[in-house]
């Protein structure tokens, strides 16, 4: 069967681990199976690639900085061959031009449109492993784009989608998705099978473990897709269709620090502020998270949200050249908060979830921002040096009040 594997950065960090990982593949494909590969840069090398270019230039082009990025996922492709070759098997390395991965315009954060299988196909009767460079893309110009942090999952779960490949395998530094960032949580547990709308919102709200638009497009597509160690033989989390999975309270929590509070204070309390304001961040392509509107004694009202932080200077000069139009007093932000978020489908017909996280938190002191819920989701904001106490906390009561389990278990 043909089946895709990814390798994340950490899984291909050093010359023992990519061998390690060769290794690994050509078991697969010893097999008898048809295997592509796809495979971030090695360890810290985006961020290193990044950090290189500020030393240079602060500004620099997204294009340039694109250009720049792509070679960390080219070299780990073209060393993963070399270490394949080694072991005795076949193996051609391909970066996004040569596949045909087509990507929109969009420097930095492009969406991939379409896939050429042939070159893949073409290589696979020629009875090679196929390593694809992670991602990238090209877009109409030519140029190489990347798909946002995080984003090679996207680039497997896509091949894997127009392959239409057996299976998709995830393999990264931990078995499996866990209730909460095992790194973080020591108590976390190993979730076995989560449904694809509850892993959607933890990688979302932040739980880095699987990139949001991987998963969006494992559940389009119907691809079967797993989680898993590339150090051991550890089962892994199965991804796949809801119905078919028994609906837990929690199955989750998630925390994002990349994300910024902003203010706009005393504006008039009329129709259509609201839309002035947040049609100026769409046109920007800016995503505006939990919102809060509170009303002044005065005849004024106060508008609060959340984006992500990345996106914070361009809001604040956005909200600025716009003042005169809008008509507000005062702009405040804060860059130094977090979003702690639970997520479970089974949360809706269970009120005390809500109120267990805020207990939780009260109990350890952390004062809430903002709190936003919704039928899979409740999330609060917090300050930024709070998260990891709180997450700590609000997992440790949910364990406690069974919260993690099936309602007929409780
Ligand atoms: P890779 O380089 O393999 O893509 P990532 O660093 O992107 O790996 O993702 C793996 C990391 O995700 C883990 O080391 C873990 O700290 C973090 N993580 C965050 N939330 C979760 C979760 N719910 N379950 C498992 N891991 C999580
Ligand atoms: N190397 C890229 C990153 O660090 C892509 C990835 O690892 O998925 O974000
Ligand atoms: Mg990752």
Redesign the pocket.
Known sequence: MLIVQKY??SSVANADKIVNVAKRITNTFKKGNKVVVVL??QGD???ELLAKAAEINHEASKRELDML?ST??QQSAALMAIAIHKEGYPAISLNASQVGIHATRKYGNARIKNIETERITAELERNNIVIVA??QGVNRYGDIT?L??????TTAVALAAVLGAALCEIYTDVDGVYTADPRIVKNAKKIDVIGFDEMLHLASLGACVL?NRAVEMAQRYRVKLVLRSSLSDADGTLIKEESKVEKVYVSGLAVDKDIARVSVIGIFDRPGMAYQIFSLMAREKISIDLILQAINSNTTKDITFTVPKSDLKTTLSLLEANRSIIGFEALSYDDKVAKLSAVGAGMASNYGIASTMFEALYDCDVNIIMITTSEIKISVLIAECDADKAVNAVHEKYMQMSHFGTPNKL
């Open positions: 994340g950065g971030s840069a090398v985006t961020d990025l960390g996922e992670g991602f990347t946002g942090r995080g984003a090679s999952d990139h």
